[in-house]
């Protein structure tokens, strides 16, 4: 069974940078990793995603100022966060779908981390 632990979050002042770490317990398979988001009072949000092939997906709204990586040797996936605004503050979770063969396709992010908070100041 796959444990994702999330690492990083904090309190930043907007314009700011933070970097979230997922890493990978459990599971040597291909697997395709995302970061999610949560705030309060608000949907939750898918903000990137990153397949075993290290192809990339974001939200509109991350576009240009979030970076998703990974280091398949040590099964760990970042998210660098820059240029932080007051709007991105949420709970960051990381996710895992193990049903799509390491591509992002079906969607299905049956596996998830506690969560790390990203709290940042205007």
């Known amino acids: 069974q796959v444990v994702l632990v999330e690492s990083g979050g904090g309190s930043v002042q907007a314009g700011g940078s933070l970097r979230l770490v997922c890493t990978v317990y459990?599971?040597?398979?291909?697997?395709?990793i995302g970061w999610f988001r949560q705030a309060p009072g608000k949907e939750r949000e898918e903000v990137a995603t990153?397949?075993?092939?290290?192809?990339?997906t974001y939200t509109d709204s991350v576009k240009g100022r979030f970076t998703i990586s990974q280091d398949n040797a040590r099964s760990i996936v970042y998210l660098q966060m820059n240029s932080l605004k007051h709007e991105d503050t949420a709970m960051y979770y990381c996710?895992?779908?193990?049903?799509?063969?390491?591509?992002?396709?079906?969607?299905?992010?049956?596996?998830w981390g506690r969560g790390a908070q990203v709290t940042v100041s205007s």
């Open positions: 990153i397949d075993h092939d290290g192809r990339t």
């Open positions: 459990g599971y040597t398979g291909p697997l395709c």
């Open positions: 996710v895992a779908d193990l049903s799509g063969g390491g591509y992002c396709d079906t969607g299905i992010f049956g596996s």
